[in-house]
């Protein structure tokens, strides 16, 4: 397999990946998929249509929802009227990425704590038949909080060091 067969694999395998993880339609996934692994520092608007090979009005549509999902972002070239458009920091993409993680679990953590104390105090049967499996599963997302929290302080010292 050549390197661009590869590439355009991955490219594939990306978009599908960037669909269901990010609720995104499939050409901005696409997009966003090519925006992760060109080698240029950033893709022009006709370098997004050639490669996806869609309507302007898609390409356009698809790049404005990156950019308001903060996904991507858009830089110009002195003397250019190009706008350029790359993958936005990726630290501060990581780090939504893992506060998005982070507040679902938070709330999942939530909803259990809720449920097993109506089941403690108005069924007491079903509480102590699910207690142990309760205690597992709350640990499970209390570890997997802290080590999120972990990780963002990691990425935002980073960032903070590089600035």
């Not at 903060?70 to 070239?77: G, N």
């Not at 679902?104 to 007491?124: C, D, G, Q």
């Amino acid at each position: 397999m050549s390197k661009e067969e590869i590439k355009n694999k991955l490219i594939e395998e990306l978009g599908v990946h960037f669909e269901s993880e990010y609720d995104l339609p499939p050409l901005a996934a696409r997009i966003f998929a090519n925006l992760v692994i060109t080698e240029e520092e950033g893709l022009t608007f006709e370098d997004c249509l050639l490669k996806r090979g869609a309507s302007k009005s898609s390409i356009s549509t698809s790049l404005n929802l990156l950019l308001q999902m903060d996904f991507v972002k858009y830089f110009t070239k002195s003397g250019d009227r190009k706008r350029y458009f790359k993958v936005a920091e990726k630290n501060t993409f990581f780090i939504k990425k893992l506060n998005r993680s982070l507040t679902k679990l938070e709330r999942e953590s939530e909803m259990v704590r809720e449920i097993t104390a109506y089941n403690e105090e108005y069924r007491p049967d079903k509480h102590e038949e699910n207690k142990n499996k309760i205690t597992v599963y709350v640990k499970c997302i209390d570890d997997m909080t802290l080590s999120l929290k972990t990780t963002i302080a990691a990425l935002k010292q980073q960032q903070q060091e590089l600035k």
